[in-house]
C-alpha cells in the first residue's frame, strides 16, 4: 500500500481514516458533536473545510490547507500536520477516557488524497454525502445528521466555507441537482480503490 501524501499548504485533500480494528469512533451522540467541535477548533484555523461526514468506525473530511502566505498572515508557524495530529489526540484521549478504553483510537497514519480537479471535487463531496446511504445507515442520505449536507445548504453560521462549495456547483440549486441525479453513479473514487480502502 503506498504511503499517505504530506500535508502540503494550498492542496486541497480528501482526508478520511477508521477506528483501529475497525472499532467504533463516535458511539452517542455526543461523540460525534465534540469531533465536529474540535475540528473547528484545530483544522478551521489552517484549513478551509468544505465537507464532512461521520459514520460509526469512519469519516471523511474535504478540506484546503491555506497557502504558506495566510498560515504565515495567522501567525501559525508549526506544520498542518500538527494540527491534524493535535485533533485526532485529542479526540482519542476524550474517547478513551469516557468508555475507559486505552490504546490507539485511529488507524495510523490517516489517509489523504489530493484534489486536483474540479471534477474530482464535485464528486468527492457527492461521495462523502452519500456514504451513510452507501453504509446503509437511512435510506436517504440527507436524513443523516453528521454530514455536511444539510450544513451547507442552510442558513446558519458554520465553519464550512459554504459559498466556496456551492460555487464549485454553479450554486445552491445545481449542488442539489447534482446530488440528486441518480445517472450520475456514486462510485468509489478511484484514489480510494487504489489505496485498497473502498469500504470507507
Not at 485533533?87 to 488524497?113: C, D, E, I, M, W
Not at 450544513?151 to 462549495?165: G, H, I, P, Q
Not at 454553479?170 to 468509489?188: N, S
Request: glycine residues 4%; hydrophobic residues 40%.
Amino acid at each position: 500500500m503506498p504511503s499517505p501524501p504530506a500535508i502540503s499548504p494550498a492542496i486541497i485533500y480528501h482526508i478520511f481514516n477508521r477506528g483501529n480494528n475497525r472499532e467504533n469512533l463516535f458511539i452517542e451522540e455526543r461523540n460525534y458533536l465534540y469531533f465536529l467541535l474540535l475540528l473547528e477548533k484545530y483544522i478551521a484555523p489552517i484549513a478551509e473545510i468544505y465537507a464532512y461526514c461521520l459514520l460509526g468506525n469512519h469519516f471523511h473530511l474535504l478540506v484546503r490547507i491555506l497557502s504558506l502566505t495566510g498560515l504565515k498572515a495567522l501567525g501559525i508557524s508549526s506544520p498542518p500536520f500538527r494540527n491534524f495530529s493535535n485533533f485526532f489526540n485529542a479526540y482519542a484521549k476524550s474517547f478513551n477516557h469516557t468508555f475507559a478504553r486505552t490504546g490507539s483510537l485511529f488507524q495510523h497514519p490517516f489517509r489523504r488524497v489530493p484534489v486536483q480537479s474540479d471534477a474530482q471535487f464535485l464528486h468527492t463531496v457527492r461521495y462523502i454525502h452519500y456514504n451513510p446511504l452507501k453504509h446503509g445507515f437511512v435510506d436517504d442520505f440527507r436524513d443523516w445528521p453528521y454530514s455536511s449536507y444539510e450544513d451547507l445548504l442552510s442558513t446558519k453560521e458554520s465553519f464550512l466555507e459554504k459559498d466556496a462549495v456551492l460555487g464549485y456547483f454553479g450554486g445552491r440549486e445545481e449542488f442539489v441537482r447534482f446530488h440528486e441525479d441518480q445517472t450520475l453513479k456514486v462510485a468509489v473514487p478511484e484514489t480510494l480503490r487504489v489505496l485498497r480502502i473502498d469500504d470507507l
